[in-house]
């Protein structure tokens, strides 16, 4: 799995160090996962994923699979709103990008009407 993070970091023209600077991914997270130590946390895996453009399931098998949401800007938006909303993961696997904007919106409204949660 690390390779695939290697590979990544490559292809972007970054090193860990700078990764872990611009997502907030401890080096020590990284190193541990480098040396096969601990698999990182979900959390972790999907700031990876939006650091890296691309999805945790290439992070974790490095093979590219059909797609699992309508395409790959939904998917983007998913994993934004997975990381502020995790409860409405689930609910969102078909939505459109226009979908996830609108739950966005309701969402935010609501935090803003209902600051104490």
Same mark, same amino acid.
């Given at each position: 799995m690390y390779s695939v993070f290697e590979q990544l970091c490559q292809?972007?023209? &970054?090193?860990?160090?700078? &990764?872990?600077?611009?997502?907030? &991914?401890?080096?020590?997270?990284?190193?541990?996962?480098?040396?096969?130590?601990?698999?990182?946390?979900?959390q972790i895996l999907l700031k990876l994923a939006l650091y890296f453009d691309t999805t945790v399931d290439y992070l974790v098998t490095g093979e590219k699979r059909t797609r699992y949401y309508v395409d790959d800007d939904t998917a983007r938006r998913i994993i934004q709103l997975y990381m502020t909303h995790p409860a409405?993961?689930?609910?969102?696997?078909?939505?459109?990008?226009?979908d996830i904007d609108l739950v966005t919106d309701?969402?935010?409204?609501?935090?803003?009407?209902?600051?104490?949660?």
């Open positions: 292809e972007k023209g &970054v090193t860990s160090y700078r &990764v872990s600077a611009d997502t907030g &991914v401890s080096q020590t997270t990284l190193s541990r996962w480098k040396n096969t130590e601990r698999d990182p946390e979900l409405l993961f689930d609910a969102a696997t078909k939505s459109k990008p226009e309701i969402l935010i409204r609501m935090e803003k009407t209902n600051p104490e949660g």
